[in-house]
């Protein structure tokens, strides 16, 4: 069983102040993927990383995948009110001969922006 | 319609019940899933289909059956639930690879009394 361990899970800052999201496991993923949920709403993709070592930047948010495929993390610079929310990871399993999968999900960091 | 959507938003039933929840993506995606998400608990897959064909059950009890009658439309037929079988209960689609992003409806809110 894949597992993804996702830290914090709670986490309240004030609005300007910087933070990371850390998702980690000892599984290797084909792919590791962000969403951002509101509360009645189902997750939003926030970003698909896939290639080990891979950095991508959305705004103010930077998401990093290890050299290994193993983990990951969520950076957000100069935090807003507008980023509160569910933050989850979650990971695609590797599939020979490809197809789509479903995923495996940690629990979440839920991210309150005081402002 | 844009997007995946889910009817009903909300659903009470009972233990001795029958009620089915319907899916349907607008994405022209080849592969589709149920999640449920409880309290505490991470989001867990229960279905997937690609291209109508179920791929994978996640050890998911009998009393849900799926049902995937073409490659827009997913649903899933609850019978005798039990009420910690109370949850949201999620439907995503995705393209056809592992790599794919997958894009979510809103939700089916169950409880089971």
């Known amino acids: 069983t894949q597992l993804l361990e996702q830290s914090p899970q709670f986490l309240s800052i004030q609005e300007g102040e910087n933070l990371t999201v850390y998702c980690n496991s000892s599984?290797?993923?084909?792919?590791l993927q962000w969403y951002r949920q509101e509360p009645g709403e189902g997750p939003v993709l926030l970003v698909t990383?896939?290639?080990?070592?891979e950095v991508k930047k959305l705004k103010r948010l930077t998401f990093q995948f290890g050299d290994a495929r193993k983990d990951s993390s969520l950076h957000i610079t100069a935090a807003q009110p507008g980023d509160t929310g569910l933050y989850l990871c979650?990971?695609?399993?590797?599939?020979?001969?490809?197809?789509?999968?479903?995923?495996?999900f940690g629990k979440g960091t839920h991210l309150i922006i005081q402002p | 319609e844009t997007g995946v959507t889910q009817t009903p938003r909300h659903l009470v039933m009972g233990m001795t019940n029958k009620k089915s929840l319907k899916c349907e993506q607008h994405?022209?995606?080849?592969?589709m899933y149920w999640y449920k998400q409880s309290a505490k608990k991470p989001l867990e897959l229960m279905f997937v289909?690609?291209?109508?064909?179920?791929?994978e059950n996640n050890s998911v009890p009998s009393r849900f059956s799926p049902e995937c009658p073409n490659s827009s439309h997913l649903f899933l037929h609850l019978h005798t639930l039990q009420p910690e079988d109370s949850a949201l209960y999620l439907c995503?689609?995705?393209?056809?690879?592992?790599?794919?992003?997958?894009?979510f409806g809103p939700g089916t809110r169950l409880t089971v009394l």
């Open positions: 995503a689609s995705s393209q056809d690879s592992s790599t794919d992003g997958q894009f």
């Open positions: 599984s290797v993923f084909s792919s």
């Open positions: 990383v896939v290639t080990g070592g």
């Open positions: 979650a990971g695609a399993r590797l599939i020979e001969g490809g197809g789509a999968d479903g995923l495996t």
């Open positions: 994405l022209g995606h080849n592969a």
């Open positions: 289909y690609n291209f109508k064909e179920q791929t």
